[in-house]
């Protein structure tokens, strides 16, 4: 029987680990055997734009399976134009979002299933087929939640404070609209307390770890999971490798390091793998209650990726 890894992610961090262990595990981490790959995923970023609802963390995760990502950027897909856009400029919209034309494409099939009333886990599905993803990919609800930003002039959408604003503003707080009425989605729960080994994988824990476990009955799975639970700080040396965590942190005043990242974790994870710049906090980290695997965790092109998943089952005890 093959290992059943579940990645709870969201974000570049999230994708490229995911892409790792779908080049570790047996046929790219389809499920057979029991075993397999699934990523549960945030959709606290899903958005609106031009009417057509685009979820980002869903598709970052699913075009990095697929091999179809721009690696530059991080997110959408490798050869890109951009002629719909510029001419939704020249029509009045706005246009600082940024979707390619290939992108969209994605988005029509998606708005449009949703609205015949297929739920979003099923319509990740077929998506994902559809590009050759083997692995699993669930959104972690069917339901709409959003993340919310409270900064010093106000309360801002994701996408508004991620992408307009440059995650620039101040975050003095983190919400969830619609979270207290979301359930799971098909699976999920499943996912989390059958795994072998169940990651936090190197993602945002306020913006896209926290959204997966804001949803009801989520974090309780995880804390009773008998999974082998591992967390990967995506926090090095006193810096996020991507994003604004390191800003997030200190400004909800927590400490900026593998440390912080550790505090959030308490009770939620047995492993937490710091990065070999951050050795000399594997003492205080596993004063926590951790045990704690210092190695290198910039996941460097496919090959960095397949290393650290090979390293990771190794803790589930498959290598």
């Known amino acids: 029987m093959s290992t059943s890894v579940t990645v709870l992610?969201?974000?570049?961090?999230?994708?490229?680990?995911?892409?790792?262990?779908?080049?570790?595990?047996?046929?790219?981490?389809?499920?057979?055997?029991?075993?397999?790959?699934?990523?549960?995923?945030?959709?606290?970023?899903?958005?609106?734009?031009?009417?057509?609802?685009?979820?980002?963390?869903?598709?970052?995760?699913?075009?990095?399976l697929?091999?179809?990502?721009?690696?530059?950027?991080?997110?959408?897909?490798?050869?890109?134009?951009?002629?719909?856009?510029?001419?939704?400029?020249?029509?009045?919209?706005?246009?600082?979002?940024?979707?390619?034309?290939k992108d969209l494409a994605t988005h029509v099939v998606r708005t449009a299933r949703l609205r015949a009333g297929v739920p979003l886990s099923a319509v990740t599905a077929s998506l994902a087929a559809s590009l050759g993803v083997r692995a699993r990919l669930l959104p972690v609800t069917d339901d709409a939640v959003r993340t919310a930003v409270s900064t010093p002039s106000g309360t801002l959408e994701f996408q508004e404070y991620f992408v307009r604003h440059q995650h620039a503003d101040e975050v003095l707080d983190v919400?969830?609209?619609?979270?207290?009425?979301?359930?799971?989605?098909?699976?999920?729960?499943?996912?989390?307390?059958?795994?072998?080994?169940?990651?936090?994988?190197?993602?945002?824990?306020?913006?896209?770890?926290?959204?997966?476990?804001?949803?009801?009955?989520?974090?309780a799975a995880v804390a009773a999971s008998t999974a082998r639970r591992v967390a990967v700080s995506p926090i090095v040396g006193g810096r996020a490798i991507k994003g604004p965590a390191a800003q997030i942190l200190e400004s909800l005043g927590h400490d900026v390091s593998a440390l912080g990242v550790a505090r959030l974790y308490v009770g939620l994870v047995d492993v937490l793998v710091i990065d070999a710049a951050d050795a000399a906090l594997a003492d205080p980290i596993a004063a926590l209650g951790f045990d704690v695997v210092v190695t290198d965790t910039i996941m460097g092109g496919a090959a960095g990726r397949a290393r650290l998943a090979d390293e990771l089952l190794g803790l589930a005890g498959q290598r």
């Open 9 to 64: 992610a969201g974000g570049v961090g999230g994708a490229r680990l995911a892409h790792g262990f779908a080049l570790a595990l047996p046929d790219g981490g389809a499920p057979a055997g029991g075993g397999g790959l699934t990523c549960v995923v945030n959709v606290g970023d899903d958005t609106e734009r031009h009417g057509l609802h685009v979820s980002p963390d869903l598709d970052t995760v699913m075009y990095t």
């Open 66 to 101: 697929a091999q179809l990502n721009d690696e530059d950027r991080g997110w959408g897909l490798t050869g890109e134009s951009y002629a719909v856009l510029d001419q939704l400029g020249r029509l009045g919209e706005d246009t600082w979002f940024t979707l390619g034309d």
């Open 175 to 219: 919400s969830f609209t619609g979270v207290d009425a979301a359930r799971p989605a098909p699976g999920v729960l499943d996912a989390v307390t059958g795994a072998d080994l169940l990651v936090v994988a190197p993602s945002n824990p306020f913006l896209s770890v926290e959204p997966v476990l804001a949803v009801p009955g989520v974090r």
